[in-house]
T-cell receptor, first 114, second 109 residues
Framework: DAGVIQSPRHEVTEMGQEVTLRCKPI?????LFWYRQTMMRGLELLIY????????DSGMPEDRFSAKMPNASFSTLKIQPSEPRDSAVYFCASSLTDRGAEAFFGQGTRLTVV | GEDVEQSLFLSVREGDSSVINCTYTDSSSTYLYWYKQEPGAGLQLLTY?????DMKQDQRLTVLLNKKDKHLSLRIADTQTGDSAIYFC?????????FGPGTRLSVLP
């Protein structure tokens, strides 16, 4: 398996534009996580899904953020409208829900909103 | 909610041992993890320990767990420049993982 695949790797967009980040989890994994990493706040969990169902979205900062998982092999994180303070690296991770299973991370999407 | 804390920075000389410390709050955590993040990359699992263990050794890495004090440490023996990275402590919490803020390890020549 190629691991968790995220696209794009880098995104530069203007304030107010819609941004969509994509993630393909590892085949067979039934949990998927979206994290945001910044220098100021470190690694923050935004939302996680189990069997395609959102379980905890309390980390989603505002209504401008939304995430979907239409099937077991694809998830999106959308920001509309984007703001400069959304600039960060966004990571997707997936895992099995077995006890002790580790989370496998993608390479991340570096988002810059100007 | 659950919380994991770490010191943010550590500098060591090449060849010395590094010890990165972590404290956590959830006494029911079954597994505790150490992840490594190199510049421009995602997090990769280094090692993990089951909560009924006190110690786990894997080559240059030694993990110590003090469950009473909810304290976890990662010791890297003979630290090399390639060990420079951010190290995250994490605990399993239900179906979720709770990560610490990360410790940035700098290895000086």
């Amino acid at each position: 398996d190629a691991g968790v695949i995220q696209s794009p790797r880098h995104e530069v967009t203007e304030m107010g534009q819609e941004v969509t980040l994509r993630c393909k989890p590892i085949s067979g994994h039934n949990s998927l996580f979206w994290y945001r990493q910044t220098m100021m706040r470190g690694l923050e969990l935004l939302i996680y899904f189990n069997n395609n169902v959102p379980i905890d979205d309390s980390g989603m900062p505002e209504d401008r953020f939304s995430a979907k998982m239409p099937n077991a092999s694809f998830s999106t994180l959308k920001i509309q409208p984007s703001e400069p303070r959304d600039s960060a690296v966004y990571f997707c991770a997936s895992s099995l829900t077995d006890r002790g299973a580790e989370a496998f991370f993608g390479q991340g999407t570096r988002l810059t909103v100007v | 909610g659950e919380d994991v804390e770490q010191s943010l920075f550590l500098s060591v000389r090449e060849g010395d041992s590094s010890v990165i410390n972590c404290t956590y709050t959830d006494s029911s955590s079954t597994y505790l993890y150490w992840y490594k993040q190199e510049p421009g990359a995602g997090l990769q699992l280094l090692t993990y320990i089951f909560s009924n263990m006190d110690m786990k050794q894997d080559q240059r890495l030694t993990v110590l767990l003090n469950k009473k004090d909810k304290h976890l440490s990662l010791r890297i023996a003979d630290t090399q420049t390639g060990d420079s990275a951010i190290y995250f402590c994490a605990e399993s919490y239900g179906q979720n993982f709770v990560f610490g803020p990360g410790t940035r390890l700098s290895v000086l020549p």
